[in-house]
């Protein structure tokens, strides 16, 4: 079982950036395929980002387009989502999440393993 700790979160005004992290541990990282949710208050939690285990597939939401970037380094067992030009509807708490091991990784029965979540609060 692998245990993922988000940090990077914070508040920041509309157009700003901030790189959000995911820290894994308790297993092999390299063998999972990673991905990004978020969930604002009220809404169901939704797919951002997903990235296979040797990142040779990558998945963004139509909402986050061009503007939010993932990435993993296998080396220091983290992945990564940069986001750029952010918005006030990108307020929400972004959870990282491993991969259960198929094929698909773009909806939540697809994740096993969650962090706690880090608050992403975009001011305007």
């Known amino acids: 079982q692998v245990q993922l700790v988000e940090s990077g979160g914070g508040l920041v005004q509309a157009g700003g950036s901030l790189r959000l992290s995911c820290a894994a541990s308790?297993?092999?990282?390299?063998?999972?395929?990673m991905g990004w949710f978020r969930q604002a208050p009220g809404k169901e939690r939704e797919f951002v980002s997903s990235?296979?285990?040797?990142?040779?597939?990558?998945y963004y939401a139509d909402s986050v387009k061009p503007r939010f970037t993932i990435a993993r380094d296998n080396a220091k067992n983290t992945v990564y989502l940069q986001m750029n030009s952010l918005k006030p509807e990108d307020t929400a708490v972004y959870y990282c999440?491993?991969?259960?091991?198929?094929?698909?990784?773009?909806?939540?029965?697809?994740?096993?393993?969650w962090g706690q979540g880090t608050q992403v609060t975009v001011s305007s």
């Open positions: 308790g297993s092999t990282f390299s063998s999972y395929p």
């Open positions: 990235i296979s285990r040797g990142a040779g597939r990558i």
């Open positions: 999440a491993a991969g259960r091991g198929g094929y698909d990784i773009r909806s939540l029965a697809d994740f096993g393993s």
